[in-house]
C-alpha cells in the first residue's frame, strides 16, 4: 500500500514570497491533516478535512495560509505572504476513522 | 480545549535501564496514540489504544491507558541505543472529538551506552 506523498521535500524562499505544498493521502482515507511542526516542538494541527469539507481550521492563520481539498483526495496547503516564523516541517496525514493517521515524510519550509 | 502534556520533555537514559513517559489530557478522549520520530523523518506509528485499561506491546516498549485518570503511559525496559528518538503521544477520535488528533510536545529519550 502506497504512503501518504507530498511535496517538494524542501523549500527556501524569501520572506513575502509564496509557497504551496502538495499532499496525496493514502487511497480511500477520507480524513487529511495538515500540521505544522516547528523544530523542538510537537506537530500542530492546521487543518482536517473530512472528504473535502473543512472539519476543523480553528489553528489556521487564514490571513496568510489556506488549504484545499478538490475532490476529496489532493490537498494543497499555500502560504501568501510568508513569514519568518513559518519556517518549519509540514506534515500531511491521513487516516480511515479512528484507525490512527499516517504521516507522510513532510516538506521543510524555511523563510529567510 | 484539548490539551496534551508530556513529561518528561528530555529524557538521558543508560542501556539496559528502565524508564516510563507520562501523557496526560485535558478532556474525554477516544483514542491515545503513540508515535516514534527520528531525526529528520516523519512520525511512525507505535501503538493506538482504544480503552480504559488497554495495554500494548512491542519489543522493549509498552504502552497503557487509563481513561479515568487520562493519563497514557509509555514504559521502555532495558533501553538500547536504538530507541534513541522523540517520542509524541496524540489524543483524539470521532466520538468526543470531531477526528481532531492532537499531539503532546515530545520526549526526546537519549540511550547512552
Known amino acids: 500500500e502506497a504512503g501518504v506523498a507530498q511535496s517538494p521535500r524542501y523549500k527556501i524562499i524569501e520572506k513575502r514570497q509564496s509557497v504551496a505544498f502538495w499532499c496525496n493521502p493514502i487511497?480511500?482515507?477520507?480524513?487529511l491533516y495538515w500540521y505544522q511542526q516547528i523544530l523542538g516542538q510537537g506537530p500542530k494541527l492546521l487543518i482536517q478535512?473530512?472528504?473535502?469539507?473543512?472539519?476543523?481550521d480553528s489553528q489556521l492563520p487564514k490571513d496568510r495560509f489556506s488549504a484545499e481539498r478538490l475532490k476529496g483526495v489532493d490537498s494543497t496547503l499555500k502560504i501568501q505572504p510568508a513569514k519568518l516564523e513559518d519556517s518549519a516541517v509540514y506534515l500531511c496525514?491521513?487516516?480511515?476513522?479512528?484507525?490512527?493517521?499516517?504521516f507522510g515524510q513532510g516538506t521543510r519550509l524555511t523563510v529567510v | 480545549e484539548l490539551k496534551v502534556e508530556q513529561n518528561p520533555l528530555f529524557l538521558s537514559m543508560q542501556e539496559g535501564k528502565n524508564y516510563t513517559i507520562y501523557c496526560n489530557y485535558s478532556?474525554?478522549?477516544?483514542?491515545l496514540y503513540w508515535y516514534r520520530q527520528d531525526p529528520g523523518k516523519s512520525l511512525e506509528s507505535l501503538f493506538v489504544?482504544?480503552?480504559?485499561?488497554a495495554v500494548k506491546q512491542e519489543g522493549r516498549l509498552m504502552a497503557s491507558l487509563d481513561t479515568k485518570a487520562r493519563l497514557s503511559t509509555l514504559h521502555i525496559t532495558a533501553a538500547v541505543h536504538d530507541l534513541s528518538a522523540t517520542y509524541f503521544c496524540?489524543?483524539?477520535?470521532?466520538?468526543?472529538?470531531?477526528?481532531?488528533?492532537?499531539f503532546g510536545q515530545g520526549t526526546e529519550l537519549s540511550v547512552k551506552p
Open positions: 496525514a491521513s487516516s480511515l476513522i479512528d484507525r490512527g493517521a499516517f
Open positions: 487511497s480511500g482515507h477520507a480524513t
Open positions: 478535512f473530512q472528504n473535502n469539507g473543512v472539519v476543523d
Open positions: 478532556t474525554t478522549s477516544d483514542r
Open positions: 489504544l482504544l480503552s480504559n485499561g
Open positions: 496524540a489524543v483524539g477520535g470521532w466520538e468526543n472529538q470531531g477526528g481532531k488528533l492532537i
